[in-house]
């Protein structure tokens, strides 16, 4: 049989470890709140310094090789190349039909 002197302990163990929870509960939200805040502020900053320095930063291909064989993706130009060759063929066959049968 416990004692009350246990009892009690363990009664005041689990509020403590209630009071953490709710604590960390609470400090997680105001990190998130704090991440949603939006400030322009820098921004304008940024803007002003930009008047006076104009930046002009060159553009790089990282990650592009231009060697590799793309003509299995989707190509709009590709796309329209092979309409173009499919009416020509489809009139070329069909004016190779009347021939044959006039």
């Not at 930046?55 to 090789?65: D, E, H, P, V």
């Amino acid at each position: 049989m416990r004692h009350s002197f246990y009892i009690s302990r363990e009664k005041d163990d689990s509020r403590k470890s209630d009071k953490k929870k709710l604590l960390n509960q609470e400090e997680s939200k105001q990190k998130q709140k704090k991440k949603v805040i939006l400030s322009f502020e820098d921004d304008l900053a940024d803007e002003d310094k930009e008047d006076v320095e104009p930046a002009l930063k060159k553009k790089r291909n990282i990650g592009k090789n231009p060697t590799v064989d793309t003509s299995f993706l989707p190509d709009e130009q590709r796309k329209m190349e092979l309409i173009s060759l499919k009416l020509k063929l489809s009139e070329e066959f069909l004016r190779e039909q009347e021939r044959i049968k006039g």
